[in-house]
């Protein structure tokens, strides 16, 4: 697309956020090639990158005022989804949410067949003083997403269960594509509860090998993956 046309597509992402004094910024080089643009919304910055190809948005960052706890998680997660919707990101998944200074930052991941596609993730900050979308990263998911044909797996989930370490208590199991090294590989998923920590542990769905094993943690800045 010409820049021109990326200034539109601009414009019609935050067609709700009363866009003020647009301006062309330097275009980004990286994985992603994009056209740069800014705008005052309430006297503060909204800086968003769309994508020479395609004319997707990439990431976009408001530094809005986001000083109070005005609305509850399931209200940011309404306009998290909505927003990812506007932007054309159909069959997101919501894997993980944060609070954190007074924001919510949640993380999508595509869903094909009900497998959750990890590579392809998306990551949005809602305000919860304003209740609106301040963040989105999508760089990941662009980077990644492709038509793909995902196979069945060849073990079973009480297979999978044998290379759980003891004591585990499961809770949510789901089948997740994730990427080990350069490859991507079909897991069993596994949410439980060891000695009051939450973990999840990832089995590879074909060999019954343990490939990823990450637990909650809880820091100033909210719960993390370690």
Request: proline share 0%; no cysteine.
């Given at each position: 697309i010409t820049k021109a046309e990326g200034r539109e597509k601009f414009i019609s992402y935050f067609r709700d956020y009363e866009l003020k004094n647009i301006r062309e910024d330097a275009d980004a080089i990286g994985k992603i090639e994009c056209y740069c643009f800014s705008a005052s919304v309430n006297d503060q910055l909204l800086y968003a990158q769309?994508?020479?190809?395609?004319?997707?948005?990439?990431?976009?960052?408001y530094r809005g005022s986001c000083n109070a706890?005005?609305?509850?998680?399931?209200?940011?997660?309404?306009?998290?989804?909505?927003?990812?919707?506007?932007?054309?990101?159909?069959?997101?998944?919501?894997?993980?949410?944060?609070?954190?200074?007074?924001?919510?930052?949640?993380n999508f991941v595509y869903e094909k067949d009900g497998v959750l596609v990890y590579p392809d993730m998306v990551k949005v900050r809602v305000c919860l003083e304003t209740d609106m979308v301040i963040g989105l990263d999508a760089v990941s998911y662009y980077a990644n997403h492709v038509e793909r044909e995902i196979e069945e797996p060849s073990i079973s989930v009480e297979m999978a269960k044998e290379d759980l370490f003891s004591g585990l208590e499961i809770g949510k199991i789901n089948l997740a594509l994730v990427k080990i090294g350069s490859k991507e590989v079909l897991c069993y998923e596994f949410e439980g509860v060891f000695e009051d920590?939450?973990?999840?542990?990832?089995?590879?769905?074909?060999?019954?090998?343990?490939?990823?094993?990450?637990?909650?943690?809880?820091?100033?800045?909210?719960?993390?993956?370690?």
């Open positions: 769309i994508s020479k190809v395609g004319g997707k948005l990439i990431m976009f960052e706890s005005n609305f509850q998680e399931e209200s940011a997660l309404e306009k998290a989804q909505a927003f990812l919707e506007n932007a054309g990101l159909e069959n997101m998944e919501m894997v993980w949410a944060n609070e954190s200074s007074n924001e919510y930052t949640f920590q939450l973990y999840y542990v990832y089995i590879d769905a074909n060999s019954g090998r343990q490939v990823e094993n990450f637990k909650v943690v809880s820091t100033k800045d909210g719960t993390l993956l370690a």
